[in-house]
């Protein structure tokens, strides 16, 4: 074998090596990804299931359990960007992205009625919004209503926003979006009970806020 | 519909390849034996020709380095060509004209390869080399690159080139890359993989230049020619590490992009013409079947690559911008996700490019190491990471579309 042979042939070995190690260790840390995201996902379901046991124990003074709730709605959303991530890194058709998906929603659904609870038994007027969004090509607002409600979202903590995948095949979300009506016309939007479709701009979107819930950046 | 990053990965697996073959070839013992040095006491006579052509600010400083060459001086002549210069060049080489050693020939303008064959005609050395007036050599090269030619395969030596003093970012960059070249050109030589026998101080056996005939034309890369047609006769191309020589080279980005384009379009030339028949040719070994076609993949992935990247980039700025249109300035311009390892940006195309950038670096190390070439390599480094792939894509899309449209462009 001449020696130009040889070092061809051990070139392609480290070649080969060092591919296949790069494609095991990217490989490897989106599999941590998806295991640090299930981990939150369990912490936070622990979580939803104590405020929901704590809400029903202190029936008589439920507003106690409103400072958890909000504290949960952040976790909810530290999740919502993690997940956006890794379903961006991974592929929407992920079959581990898509299990933690529905999860999330069925959270996401939970804290809804939380929300929607504590504010009929505290008076309390929260802001709710309802973002259904597609991202199977249909939606090409999609991104730009997302990036607007995430300014809204930090601009103003009081604000609650769910965001719902459309398409998610799910039977707690396809009785959400019966029970909501909404329409398969997206980006959707339920702000307090207002519907909207479309999205142009962050100002034209802003109007279908009720007055003055966007004034002050409150911290409930 | 394939991603532009899954196209990229083709050419990423070659460029990977090709740097572990030379790292593998440069531990293989007919590397280690090169550049463990020479040994030999033979002085053959030898003839350095310095063609010129309006080179009246450096062929005096370039002449005197050749003076204080450690050869005797019976057997070291100089041959100074002026090709019809309209400068101070007859004047600046008219005081060697007493020196002995010194041949001096003027002649009408005819291009760099017909000075180079005025000067062979004008001498009986047993090796010719040549170094171009804008170079200046280390006084022990002649002694390191002579020995090579004891093995009478070897028809031609290169040396081991790096930048002049180099200042300003563009000849940073050329330095780290020109030693780069260093250890390219040191391990290619031991699979007598080299095409090309640079201006700056390389070396012919006369006889070899005489059977085949003198310098051509070569679509403006003389050098690349000689070496072309050397390997196509079966002989081989050497190369001494430690035959250090210093090399003038553009600073201005203009001035490297033209200089660029015509060693990438004569390279194309070569190859696509004449010289088609090496590629693939496993008579040529490393040179046929791998070099070259890697050299021509090389031209085509990076003009790919660059405008995928630039397609990519473009694309993604303008879904950026309409996606962030009409959010205030304080939200857009500051980050917003968590510094946590969880959204570290790492992908297999990112560290495969890292990792061919990495390898290019310890060539850029090894390549000083080996040649003992003195000076800071930092700023070598930095603008070499930042500023190559981003210009290496003008020349060779410039010097692509000249060969398809047939354009020829001025030597300077």
Redesign the interface.
């Known amino acids: 074998m001449?020696?130009?042979t040889r070092?061809?042939l051990?070139?392609?070995l480290?070649?080969v090596a060092?591919?296949g190690t790069?494609?095991y260790?990217?490989n490897y840390?989106n599999r941590e990804?998806v295991a640090?995201l299930g981990s939150i996902e369990d912490q936070i379901s622990i979580d939803t299931l104590s405020l929901d046991t704590q809400f029903s124990l202190l029936e008589a003074a439920p507003c106690d359990s409103a400072a958890s709730s909000t504290t949960l709605t952040g976790e909810l959303t530290?999740l919502g960007?993690?997940l956006s991530?890794a379903e961006s890194?991974l592929g929407s058709d992920n079959p581990q992205v898509v299990q933690l998906k529905k999860q999330y929603s069925l959270l996401e659904i939970r804290d809804y009625l939380i929300t929607k609870q504590l504010a009929a038994a505290c008076g309390t007027k929260p802001v709710i919004v309802l973002y259904f969004y597609s991202n199977a090509g249909d939606c090409s607002e999609c991104?730009?209503a997302g990036?607007?409600l995430?300014?809204l979202r930090?601009?103003y903590p009081s604000l609650r926003v769910y965001s719902f995948d459309y398409n998610l095949d799910l039977g707690a979300m396809k009785t959400l979006i019966a029970v909501t009506k909404v329409k398969n016309d997206l980006p959707a939007f339920v702000v307090n009970g207002k519907y909207s479709y479309g999205f142009t701009?962050?100002?034209d979107f802003e109007k279908q806020f009720p007055k003055g819930a966007l004034a002050t950046s409150t911290n409930l | 519909m394939m991603s532009p990053e899954a196209l990229a990965y083709p050419f990423l697996f070659i460029a990977i390849f090709f740097e572990s073959f030379v790292l593998v070839t440069f531990l293989s013992k007919p590397a280690r034996t090169a550049r463990a040095g020479q040994s030999g006491t033979a002085t053959p006579s030898v003839a350095v020709i310095v063609p010129c052509y309006n080179e009246g600010e450096t062929v005096a400083k370039t002449c005197e380095s050749l003076l204080a060459l450690e050869y005797p001086k019976d057997k070291l002549e100089i041959i100074l060509v002026d090709d019809g210069s309209t400068d101070n060049t007859p004047r600046a080489m008219a005081q060697f004209a007493t020196n002995p050693q010194v041949k001096i020939i003027r002649k009408e303008n005819g291009g760099k390869h017909t000075a180079l064959n005025a000067g062979i005609a004008a001498t009986t050395a047993e090796i010719v080399g040549c170094l171009d007036a804008d170079s200046f050599v280390e006084s022990n090269a002649l002694r390191e690159l002579v020995p090579c030619f004891e093995d009478e395969h070897i028809a031609a030596v290169t040396a081991a080139m790096s930048v002049h003093q180099p200042k300003g970012l563009i000849q940073h960059m050329q330095n780290a890359e020109y030693i780069f070249g260093i250890t390219m050109r040191h391990t290619l030589a031991s699979v007598n993989g080299l095409y090309v026998t640079p201006g700056p101080f390389s070396f012919y056996r006369h006889s070899v230049i005489n059977e085949l005939g003198g310098f051509r034309y070569g679509h403006q890369t003389e050098d690349m020619e000689m070496a072309l047609r050397i390997q196509q006769a079966g002989y081989g191309i050497g190369n001494a590490p430690h035959a250090r020589v210093y090399t003038k080279t553009p600073n201005t980005l203009s001035g490297l992009i033209k200089q660029r384009t015509r060693w990438t379009t004569g390279f194309i030339r070569n190859i696509t013409g004449e010289y088609r028949n090496l590629v693939g040719n496993h008579r040529h070994d490393a040179l046929g079947m791998l070099v070259l076609p890697c050299a021509l993949i090389a031209i085509f992935s990076g003009i790919l690559l660059f405008s995928v990247t630039l397609f990519m980039f473009f694309k993604n700025l303008i879904a950026g911008l309409e996606i962030r249109a009409g959010i205030p300035l304080s939200y857009v311009l500051v980050p917003h996700s968590s510094f946590s390892w969880f959204y570290f940006p790492v992908s297999t195309f990112l560290i495969l490019g890292i990792a061919t950038l990495l390898a290019s670096f310890s060539m850029v190390i090894i390549g000083k190491r080996i040649s003992k070439t003195p000076g800071n390599l930092t700023f070598g480094f930095l603008s070499y990471a930042l500023l190559y792939g981003l210009i290496v894509p003008l020349w060779l899309i410039r010097a692509t579309s000249d060969v398809v449209f047939g354009k020829h462009r001025g030597w300077r």
């Open positions: 001449s020696i130009v070092n061809v051990i070139a392609l480290i070649t060092l591919l790069v494609f260790a990217v840390l990804r640090e530290d960007n993690r991530y890194q991104d730009k990036y607007a995430s300014y930090t601009t701009s962050l100002s």
